[in-house]
């Protein structure tokens, strides 16, 4: 078995939302995620796909989308991204019940793999400039707290080892650590996986590497090209 994970599918197949006109990775990038996750992910793994999964509005407008990742190989769980207009922040038990056997959502509880690691997550947020700085540190305060309660979740199951899942990366552009970061250092997370940076001009805003004894991985697909990237063999 194996840990897959990947970002911002941005799947389109019920609006007119195409992601063409940001590069050539982007065209007919849906067929590349068919051929390279057939190849790549077998049906005994595990694929997070770490939000921005669709640009429907609503269930209803994304259920194509979503039928469409149920079919990838694998067992896949999703965390919540900045465009999941779909997923209210307060029904992802509702969510888990609805898909129940077809896809898993991960929001401030956990998941376990491999028997001793635990996948905890949150959307988490950085600060961008669309807000003003009073209501980005309310976000980040909000979703540090999801963070928390995940790990929090998991250590009471049992659980000594994890590996983090956000969408925004754990540090805002100029940050060189967060409260993301301590958090995680906090918990000894061994690794955690972050999305949401498009664009080559934008992969490198945040941690790559080893940072004080973790591993951190940018995964937008774009920046893959469309190859999920293996988080645990």
Same mark, same amino acid.
């Given at each position: ?8 599918? &941005? ?5 007119? #939302? ?35 999964? %669709? ?8 259920? *194509? ?44 509880? @956990?998941?376990? *793999? ?10 988490? @947020? *950085?600060?961008?400039? %669309? ?18 309660? %995940?790990?929090?979740?998991?250590? #009471?199951?049992? @659980? ?10 754990? *540090? ?5 650590? %967060? ?7 906090? @918990? ?15 992969? &490198? ?29």
């Amino acid at each position: 078995m194996a840990l897959f994970a990947i970002g911002d599918l &941005h799947l389109s197949f019920q609006t007119d #939302k195409s992601m063409d006109t940001f590069g050539g990775v982007w065209v007919n990038h849906e067929q590349k995620v068919i051929e390279n996750f057939n190849a790549e992910v077998k049906p005994e793994d595990t694929l997070v796909l770490v939000g921005d999964h %669709s640009w429907g509005r609503n269930l209803a407008e994304c259920q *194509t989308d979503l039928e469409f990742i149920e079919a990838l190989p694998g067992r896949k769980i999703l965390t919540r991204g900045n465009h999941d207009m779909f997923w209210e922040s307060g029904k992802t038990h509702k969510l888990n019940t609805m898909f129940k056997g077809k896809l898993e959502f991960l929001q401030g509880q @956990y998941f376990c *793999t491999y028997n001793d690691v635990a996948l905890v997550g949150t959307k988490g @947020y *950085t600060y961008e400039g %669309s807000d003003t700085p009073d209501h980005a540190a309310m976000l980040v305060d909000r979703e540090m707290d999801r963070l928390q309660q %995940s790990f929090e979740a998991a250590r #009471k199951a049992g @659980y000594t080892r994890y590996i983090v899942f956000l969408h925004y990366p754990p *540090t805002s552009i100029l940050e060189e650590e %967060s409260g993301f970061t301590a958090l995680c250092e906090h @918990y000894h997370a061994e690794q955690v996986v972050y999305a949401h940076c498009h664009g080559e001009e934008r992969f &490198h805003d945040s941690i790559e590497g080893n940072f004080h004894g973790i591993e951190y991985s940018l995964v937008s697909g774009d920046s893959l090209n469309w190859h999920p990237k293996k988080i645990l063999d």
